[in-house]
Structures are given as structure tokens and as C-alpha cells.
């Protein structure tokens, strides 16, 4: 076994210091409990970040009557070797990895044979709040290292900073996938983006990297600025608008839509061309839609989560050798609690970052 000196003292190499909720107010605070040894087939990795995501909400609170405490989040996960197992083959120490929103699945079913984990026959195990094979509950990534099977890690580019990868292990690869299921890198191609938060500003910078023209949609006409002028959108519609989006009738290829609240369906298919492609990431407690809006224009209404183990890859290369970088606010994780309370109140653009490395103690 491979491995640089152990960062952890005390009671030895496999303590973990993290931040965790106790109950559903979702209150974080230190929690030190005990990782995994790291068997042949691991990888062990010092967290230096993990990004900030909504599931972290859903869960530290309880939204789903489904959370088990004490509860530690995190699914944005970049950080470095410092241990691998014998029979690892694709990590050495030292190197840039990052861990996703699951960390493990069957690894039989032809969905895992074909590096689409996620949609694992028995259930992809999540990387906080899952149950494991050996009946552990997992927990994330506000914490100093985690121990992962490397099928379930990815490669970092060396000159991909670190703290930008963090995002993209969700909010990157749960747009970047379907755009590419769906055959969205075609070049002059139009695009629409409903909703500018951590996913819709990732799709918009895809979809200018993939040459799309690309138009964001939104209720708030302070978003006009940024989308334009940061993001590099080409064009900007205020989505309550009737005359505005009217003159966008039949005019779309794709539409991406990450909007959580609930919204009108139709409005936004009907601005699709003939055969255009609706996909939607966001969770709304409903979808409300016209037969006849679907039917007509003869368009697709499809859905989607994050991503398989190769998809995930392929964008973190992707994002690397186009300089992709997700919009993001670093803060140390003593300001975890406030970072959550402001992304229930969608005040950030576009991402928390958390800077485990230098504040986690």
C-alpha cells in the first residue's frame, strides 16, 4: 500500500474532523467520528474543498423524513491522494481527485457496465446520508479526508484549480450529461436556460462552449446584467413577459430547464421548435403540461440527474482543456451554516465553495 504520512493524529490515520447536523433545524457543527481503513481497491483523499449544494439543505433539515443523524454533507468533493489500496491502478498520491454525489453502486447491472452508475439496478449508494453495501451510512464532504473505491473517483487535471472542480461534481455534470445525451454540442444550435442559479449558469457556459445561442430565461430582471455581460448569453428574457416570449415562438432547439419552484410548462414548449428537446433537472413539486403542446410540435419532455462515472469524467476534461470555471464564492467552514441559509434564500452567484483545507480544524 501506497502512502504519504497519515495528516491525522490522535487516535490515528482513519479520525475524521468534520462539520455535522444533530437534528433537523440542520445546524452545523464540529463532529469528529472514524472513516473507513482503506482496503485494496481504495482510495483515500484529503479533502481541500467541497462545494456548497441543495441537497446539503434537503437533508441537514430533513426534507425528505428520511435523514439520519448526526448528518454530514457534501457531494462537491475535489481534493489529494494520500493513500491508495493495492490493487488501484488509476491514482497515485499526490493526485487531484474528486468524488461525486455517489460512491458506489452494484457494479453488475448493465447500467454500471456502461459507467452510467446512476442509474444502478439496486440503487446508487449517495455519498452522504446513503446506506452502504456493508450497512454503514456514508457522510460527505465537510470533513477532512473520505475513503472511496476508485471506480467512484475521478481525475482532476493538475492545472484545474481545485476549488473550481468542486462544483462541477454536481452542479457541472448534472446539465453537462443530458446536453450531450441529447446532442446539444452542435454548434449554432439555439438554446434556452430557465432558471440562473448553480445549474443554469454551468448549462450557459456549456452551451456557449458547445457554440450554441444561447437565451436565459428568468422572472428577475437583475439577472439581465450578469447573464449577458458575465456569463456570455446571448440574449435575455424576462419569462413573465407575454410579447417577449411570443416572439420567441418555435424558435429553440433545447430548452435546459433548472427551475425547483413550481412554473407553467407550457409557455416555455412552446417555443421549441418542431421535434425540440425540454429537459428538465430541476425538481418542481409538479409538471402541468397540454397534450397538445407536446404532441403537436412533436417534442421531447425529458428528464435527468447528475451523471455516470465516464460522463462526469468527460466534462471535468472538458471543462479543463475549454477553461471552464463555475462562478463561485470560497468561505471557510465556519460560515457552512450561513452558506446554507443563503442558498435557501438563492443569494449567491452561482456557488459555495468550502475551503476544507484551510479552516477545517
Not at 198 to 219: E, N
Request: proline share 4%; aromatic share 8%.
Amino acid at each position: 500500500m501506497e502512502e504519504s504520512k497519515p495528516s491525522m493524529s490522535s487516535s490515528g490515520e482513519d479520525e475524521c474532523l468534520s462539520w455535522a447536523a444533530r437534528d433537523p433545524s440542520g445546524l452545523l457543527s464540529p463532529h469528529t467520528f472514524t472513516r473507513r481503513s482503506v482496503t485494496s481497491d481504495d482510495v483515500s483523499l484529503k479533502i481541500t474543498h467541497c462545494g456548497v449544494c441543495y441537497a446539503d439543505v434537503i437533508w441537514t433539515r430533513n426534507k425528505h423524513n428520511d435523514s439520519k443523524y448526526p448528518l454530514v454533507p457534501g457531494h462537491e468533493i475535489a481534493g489529494i491522494v494520500n493513500k491508495v489500496g493495492s490493487n488501484v491502478s488509476r491514482f497515485k498520491v499526490g493526485d487531484h481527485v474528486g468524488v461525486g454525489t455517489y460512491v458506489n453502486s452494484c457494479r453488475e447491472c448493465d447500467y454500471c457496465d456502461e459507467g452510467q452508475e446512476v442509474s444502478c439496478v439496486k440503487g446508487q449508494v449517495f455519498t452522504f446520508n446513503g446506506v452502504d453495501y456493508d450497512g454503514s451510512v456514508t457522510k460527505g464532504g465537510y470533513s477532512s479526508h473520505i475513503v472511496v473505491h476508485e471506480r467512484y473517483c475521478y481525475k482532476i487535471p493538475v492545472d484545474y484549480p481545485l476549488e473550481s472542480a468542486a462544483p462541477l461534481l454536481c452542479a457541472g455534470v448534472t446539465v453537462y450529461a443530458p446536453m450531450m445525451r441529447h446532442n446539444m454540442n452542435q454548434p449554432g444550435k439555439s438554446l434556452g436556460v430557465i432558471g440562473l442559479g448553480g445549474l443554469g449558469h454551468m448549462a450557459v457556459k456549456f452551451g456557449k462552449a458547445f457554440g450554441l445561442h444561447v437565451t436565459v430565461f428568468s422572472t428577475s430582471v437583475s439577472k439581465k446584467e450578469e447573464a449577458l455581460n458575465l456569463l456570455g448569453a446571448n440574449n435575455f428574457v424576462i419569462s413573465s413577459d407575454h410579447d417577449q416570449m411570443k416572439a420567441l415562438g418555435k424558435s429553440l432547439d433545447f430548452i435546459i430547464d433548472t427551475a425547483s419552484g413550481n412554473h407553467p410548462f407550457d409557455p416555455y414548449m412552446s417555443l421549441l421548435k418542431i421535434a425540440g428537446t425540454y429537459v428538465l433537472v430541476g425538481f418542481p413539486s409538479e409538471i402541468k403540461i397540454h397534450p397538445a403542446t407536446l404532441n403537436l410540435g412533436m417534442r421531447i419532455l425529458a428528464g435527468s440527474v447528475s451523471g455516470g462515472t465516464k460522463v462526469t469524467q468527460e466534462m471535468l476534461d472538458f471543462c479543463a482543456a475549454h477553461k471552464i470555471y463555475p462562478n463561485i464564492e470560497v468561505i471557510p467552514i465556519q460560515k457552512a451554516n450561513e452558506a446554507l441559509e443563503r442558498v435557501v434564500k438563492k443569494d449567491i452567484k452561482y456557488r459555495f465553495v468550502i475551503d476544507i483545507e484551510n479552516s477545517l480544524k
